[in-house]
C-alpha cells in the first residue's frame, strides 16, 4: 500500500541551519530552538500492539532534539509511534563516545517509562552514525529493533571542513567524522552492522556534507542502503533538507513498520 507521509504546514517548515561551519561561523553561534519536535516527548505515551516499539529521534552535529525534525516527528507520530527525540553532546559536537552513553541513558529513560522492550531509531547525520557505537559497545545491541540514518556519517567526509575540522574549536566530533580518522576506523571494524539490528541507510546524490554520498552506505545481511534519487529522480533533497523529505520519511516509516530493514522498492510514491 502506499505509505503516507503527514505533512501540515505548522510542521513542514523547519529550522533550515547552514549545512557546513566556517571559520566565521563557530558552532557555538548555531541557534538552539530549545523546543521538542512537534508531537514528541509526551512522556504520557504508552506503545500499542500494532505499534509496541517507541520512536527514538537523533539529531546530528550542531543540531539539537528538534533542529529540522518537526515534519519526521509529526509524521512518526501520524503512524501510530510514541516519539521521544533527545540533546546530547553539546549539540553534537562532543566525544561522539560520550554522546553514544548519553543515548544509552535516553534509551533506558524511554523504555522505563514506556514499558518498551526495545526501540526504534532514525537519526539523521552524526545522529544516523552515532547510536552505532552504542548498538556496539554500551549495550545497545538487544535495546534497538532498527537503525535508519538519514545522509548518516557512517564512514565520514573527504571534504576538508565539512563537519568544522580545523575550522572549529572545541568540537571533537567533527575531526572523528573525517574520513580514515581512527574513531571511524574502529567502529567499522569488523563488522559494520552488529548485532540483532535492521539498518536501513537512506542518502541523497546532492549530500554536500558527507561526501561522497555513498560514505553513508553500510555494508551486511541485515542492511539496505538507499538514494533517493534511484527512485525519484526528480529530488533534490541535499543534506540538510534528507530528515524534512517526504520520500526519505517514507522510508523511515516502512522500515519501522516491517520485519527487516526498509524495501527500496516499497510504494513510497514520488512528488
Not at 571559520?23 to 500494532?50: F, M
Not at 501520524?78 to 553532546?89: E, N, Q, R, T
Not at 558527507?210 to 553513508?216: E, K, L, Q, R
Request: aromatic content about 8%; some cysteine; hydrophobic content about 35%.
Amino acid at each position: 500500500m502506499l505509505l503516507a507521509v503527514a505533512l501540515s504546514a505548522p510542521v513542514a517548515v523547519a529550522l533550515a541551519l547552514p549545512a557546513v561551519a566556517v571559520d566565521d561561523q563557530p558552532w557555538s553561534a548555531y541557534p538552539s530552538l530549545d523546543r521538542d519536535p512537534v508531537d514528541a516527548n509526551d512522556w504520557t505515551c504508552r506503545p500499542t500492539a500494532e505499534r509496541p516499539y517507541p520512536a527514538v529521534i537523533v539529531h546530528g552535529t550542531f543540531g539539537d532534539r528538534s533542529s529540522l525534525l518537526d515534519a519526521l516527528s509529526y509524521s512518526l507520530k501520524a503512524d501510530g509511534y510514541c516519539v521521544f527525540s533527545l540533546d546530547y553532546g553539546d549539540r553534537g559536537t562532543g566525544p561522539i563516545e560520550e554522546s553514544a552513553a548519553e543515548l544509552g541513558d535516553f534509551v533506558d529513560r524511554v523504555l522505563a517509562t514506556t514499558g518498551a522492550a526495545r526501540v526504534e531509531l532514525v537519526g539523521h547525520s552524526q545522529g544516523g552514525m552515532m547510536p552505532r557505537y552504542y548498538i556496539k559497545y554500551l549495550g545497545g545491541d538487544g535495546l534497538v529493533e532498527d537503525l535508519v540514518g538519514l545522509s548518516p556519517s557512517n564512514h565520514g567526509t573527504t571534504v576538508a571542513g565539512a563537519f568544522g575540522s580545523g575550522s572549529t574549536q572545541g568540537c571533537e566530533a567533527c575531526d572523528q567524522q573525517m574520513a580514515g580518522s581512527a574513531f571511524l576506523e574502529d567502529l567499522n571494524s569488523p563488522d559494520e552492522t552488529p548485532g540483532d539490528v535492521d539498518y536501513t541507510q537512506v542518502v541523497t546524490r546532492y549530500d554536500e556534507v558527507v561526501v561522497p554520498y555513498t560514505s553513508g552506505f553500510l555494508s551486511g545481511d541485515r542492511s539496505t542502503n538507499i538514494t533517493l534519487q534511484d527512485y525519484c529522480p526528480a529530488d533534490t533533497s541535499d543534506h540538510v533538507g534528507i530528515p524534512m523529505d517526504r520520500q526519505a520519511i517514507g522510508w523511515v516509516l516502512d522500515a519501522f513498520d516491517r520485519e527487516g530493514p526498509a524495501d527500496p522498492a516499497a510504494p513510497i510514491g514520488c512528488l
